[in-house]
Every structure is written in C-alpha cells, then in structure tokens.
C-alpha cells in the first residue's frame, strides 16, 4: 500500500481551488492508500496570525475536511503542530539545504514581492518544513494543485542529497499526484491566475458562504468585452469562467455556451449567471455540513486526536531513524 501526504494551511476558508487541487484527490486517496492529511498550522505562521485567529482558522479547516469526506478512521487527518517531530526534523533537514536554491522558489520570490516588510526567515525555508512534513512519514504521492508542483521537486533533492550525505537510501522520491493525471490549477475569478487567498476575497468562491455573496462575486468576475466575430479565441479571462464551469457544470451546458461565444452571440451575463447555479448546487449542501461540523466539538476532539496518535507514531519513527543515521547516539 503506498503513503500518501498532504497539507493545506490554515489562512482562512477553503476555496474551489482547494477542493479542486487536492482535497477531491484526498477522497480517493483515503479509500485506497494510507493516508497523512494535515493542516499545516506551522506554515501558517510566516503570516504572523493573532493567536485567535490562528485556532479559528484551524477549526473552520478541521471542520472543513469533516464536511467535505476525510473519513478519520480510513486515514490520518491531524494539526502539523501536534506532531513535535516535524519541528525537529525540519532543523535537522535546515542543514543541507542552501540558501541560492530556497532563494529561487517561486513562492519565495512571490512573497518577496507581495509582503516586502514581512520576509521572515520561515519563508526562507518554507520548503524545507514541506519536505519534512512529506518525508516524515515516507509519502509516495503528494496530491497537491500545480502550484505545489516546484516544491515537490524541492523535496526530491534534500530527499536525495540527504541520502547522499549520509551514505543511505532511508529517503524515497515523493511524486505530486491529481485524480485527473494533471496538476489542477483553478483560476481566479479577478483574472490575475490560480484563485488564491491572498489575490482578495473577490478572486475566490469559498466553501463556507452565503448563497448571496457567492453570486454576486461571480456576476462581478473579470470578462473582456466581448467576441465580435464568430471563432475569435477565448480571452484569459473568459476561459478562466470555462474553466470554472468544467468543475462544477454539466457537459452539454459548456458545450452551448461554447457555441454561443463560437457564433460571437453570447452574454456573459447568462454565462455568469448559470456558472452561478452550477458553483451554489455544488457548494451548498458542503456548506450545510461544514455549519454542522463547526458546532460537532466532540467529532472535532475526535478527529483531532486520533490523528495526532496515528501520525506522531509514524513521525517518531522516522526521527528515531534519522537520528541514528545522523550520528547522535547516546552517552548514557
Ligand atoms: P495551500 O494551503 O496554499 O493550498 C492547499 C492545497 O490546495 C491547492 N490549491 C490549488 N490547487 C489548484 N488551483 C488553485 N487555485 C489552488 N489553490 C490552492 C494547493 O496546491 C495545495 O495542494 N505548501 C502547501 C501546504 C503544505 C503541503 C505540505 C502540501 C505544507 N506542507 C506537504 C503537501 C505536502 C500550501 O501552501 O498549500
């Protein structure tokens, strides 16, 4: 049976993108591997949360995987915090990884741009605790959205360049992993690329809201101004709204649509208006048990516990192992 493992962090509620790129993954994953679901609660902190916020955001994302299907007695869904190995792993891993190779990560380079006063250390090395968290417990498959795809390849190499330093092949190669045999990207509803948190609230249709704002954020989604001859190319824009509808809408309710922007007869207002449809019938009945399990705090203490035992026994494990390949051995 391979192992698999994943995280989202808890920076506020989940979005289509979430859903898209890695938790349907996990559904499928959880009938047939064994899994390590987690919320990456340490990762969150490069943001510098308040400590109340910090616990809220890990309620609604806990309650959120209950809502959405992980099944705590078909995996492990725990908090990255309960699990004190990873922080000690993550020093030890800090080591041989070099600061040219985190300076070019991508996301490194994003945050640089969008929060130049806040460029901690912790983003630095973001992708170390990743690998980590990934390497602890010996994933085989990491079912992430396409934006995750260059720090599993990070992973790969202090996977590997451990191994080398110390003469061993404990690490194995994590592979990125999507149901649909490509990484996902869901596009954003304000036309600047992946939908993503930190874009504003307008660029994402989240789980956990009302009927109301879901709509009107959709009526408001960037389009251009129109085709005006018949087999003109979608714009980015456009195809982002197509793209949404792939995810939630029936085939034959694309295929008319994409005749009408074909014959340059379409209105982006209906368009918009049945993606409205299709985005609330889906997301609402998630909705419904999301409300349900933020209130359910026995299912939450359940779920949380059980998790931290499963993957505190198997990150303990691999620290235990990493500790003597490293060399510390006991004078006493
Ligand atoms: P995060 O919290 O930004 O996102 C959680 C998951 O959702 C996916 N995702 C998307 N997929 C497709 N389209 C989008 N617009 C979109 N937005 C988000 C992400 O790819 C991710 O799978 N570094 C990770 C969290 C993490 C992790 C890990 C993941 C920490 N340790 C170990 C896997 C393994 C992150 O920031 O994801």
Do not use: W
Request: charged share 25%; proline share 4%; glycine share 6%.
């Amino acid at each position: 049976m391979a192992r698999v493992v994943s995280g989202i962090r808890p920076t506020g509620k989940l979005h289509l993108g979430n859903y898209f790129g890695a938790v349907k993954s996990f559904l499928k994953m959880q009938e047939e591997h064994e899994c390590f679901f987690f919320i990456a609660d340490i990762h969150s902190l490069t943001t510098h949360p308040t400590p109340q916020d910090l616990h809220n955001n890990v309620h609604q994302v806990l309650a959120e995987h209950l809502a959405m299907g992980i099944d705590v007695d078909k995996c492990a869904m725990f908090i990255q915090s309960d699990v004190p190995a990873i922080s000690e792993l993550y020093t030890y891993m800090n080591m041989n990884a070099y600061i040219g190779e985190l300076e070019r990560s991508v996301t490194y380079k994003e945050k640089k741009n969008s929060q130049p006063k806040n460029i901690n250390a912790g983003l630095l090395t973001y992708p170390v605790l990743m690998a980590v968290d990934i390497l602890v417990h010996h994933g085989d498959f990491v079912p992430v959205g396409k934006d995750q795809q260059q720090h599993l390849e990070m992973t790969r190499t202090f996977a590997n360049r451990f191994n080398h330093m110390y003469g061993t092949d404990y690490f194995k190669e994590p592979q990125a992993y999507s149901n649909t045999g490509e990484l996902v990207k869901v596009p954003g509803l304000t036309g600047q690329g992946k939908m993503s948190k930190s874009s504003g609230d307008a660029d994402t249709i989240v789980f956990d809201e009302e009927e109301s704002v879901i709509r009107k954020k959709i009526m408001r989604a960037k389009t251009d101004a129109g085709p005006t001859e018949p087999g003109q190319k979608k714009s980015e824009e456009l195809q982002n709204l197509f793209d949404i509808m792939e995810l939630v809408s029936d085939a034959s309710t694309i295929a008319h649509f994409d005749d009408l922007h074909q014959n340059a007869t379409i209105r982006y207002g209906d368009l918009k208006k049945q993606l409205a449809d299709d985005v609330v019938n889906f997301v609402a009945p998630i909705r419904e048990r999301i409300v349900h399990f933020k209130n359910d705090k026995e299912a939450l203490a359940k779920a949380a516990k059980i998790g931290a035992e499963k993957a505190n026994e198997s990150a303990v494990k691999t620290l235990k192992e990493v500790r003597e390949i490293i060399g510390f051995k006991k004078f006493y």
